[in-house]
Nanobody, 127 residues
């Protein structure tokens, strides 16, 4: 059974940094695209960033581009999200997700593109 476990959330002040991690287990994740989404209560879950298995391609949502960096360590089956210059509007529950069969190896930004999800970790940024 595939499990994704996020860690690293917390309460920080605006301008601070935070690094989230997502440990995957249950099978080999070769070829998987790994992504991060976030959700605020009452709003749709939105795409944040994603990375291909080979790490040769990343994609970011406009609100986080230039501030967040996604990376992965395939030997550890772990994906990271380094978040810098955090803003109050980054406050959300952050979810790790895995796309087991990316179409033509392309990163998807839709929730429906992803097959497995973690339980989420809360990030709160105070002003």
């Amino acid at each position: 059974q595939v499990q994704l476990v996020e860690r690293g959330g917390g309460l920080v002040q605006a301008g601070d940094s935070l690094r989230l991690s997502c440990a995957a287990s249950g099978r080999t994740f070769s070829g998987y695209v790994m992504g991060w989404f976030r959700e605020v209560t009452g709003k749709e879950r939105e795409f944040v960033a994603a990375i291909t298995w080979s790490r040769d391609s990343t994609y970011y949502a406009d609100p986080v581009r230039g501030r967040f960096t996604i990376s992965r360590d395939n030997a550890k089956n772990t994906v990271y999200l380094q978040m810098n210059s955090l803003k109050p509007e980054d406050t959300a529950v952050y979810y790790c997700a895995a796309d087991r069969n990316p179409t033509f190896g392309v990163i998807g930004a839709r929730r429906a593109d992803y097959d497995y999800w973690g339980q989420g970790t809360q990030v709160t940024v105070s002003s």
